[in-house]
């Protein structure tokens, strides 16, 4: 799943939180990125910081609500794309990072 923001210490911070809850296996900060897009009826380009984080389907809502919660912009873009296929071991570790006590 992904979000992005403005800058780069606010994606850090997101994604080192949700790592730390538990709620993804880890995260990763790209960028900067171009973002193209149309917002609030308008036409817009804009350099932005992109956190991944992998983690379970079943985590998925719990890593939307943190996100959503905590993000520094109002409606932030949160997606996730489903695995079609990985390692069995990443698939292991993924789900072995992210389990509750």
């Known amino acids: 799943m992904t979000t992005a923001t403005e800058?780069?210490?606010?994606?850090?911070?997101l994604?080192?939180?949700?790592?730390?809850?538990?709620?993804?296996a880890s995260a990763q900060v790209v960028g900067p990125v171009t973002s193209v897009f149309w917002h609030l009826g308008?036409?817009?380009?804009g350099q932005e910081w992109q956190a991944v984080f992998i983690t379970t389907e079943d985590r998925y809502p719990e890593v939307e609500r943190?996100?959503?919660?905590?993000?520094?912009?109002q409606n932030p873009q949160i997606t996730a794309?489903?695995?079609t296929a990985a390692a069995p071991?990443?698939?292991a570790?993924?789900?072995?990072a992210v389990k509750t006590a």
């Open 7 to 13: 800058h780069h210490d606010d994606a850090v911070a």
């Open 15 to 24: 994604a080192g939180a949700v790592v730390q809850a538990r709620l993804a």
């Open 42 to 45: 308008e036409y817009g380009t």
């Open 66 to 73: 943190y996100l959503a919660a905590h993000h520094p912009w």
């Open 81 to 83: 794309v489903s695995v």
């Open 89 to 91: 071991a990443c698939i």
């Open 93 to 96: 570790w993924a789900q072995t």
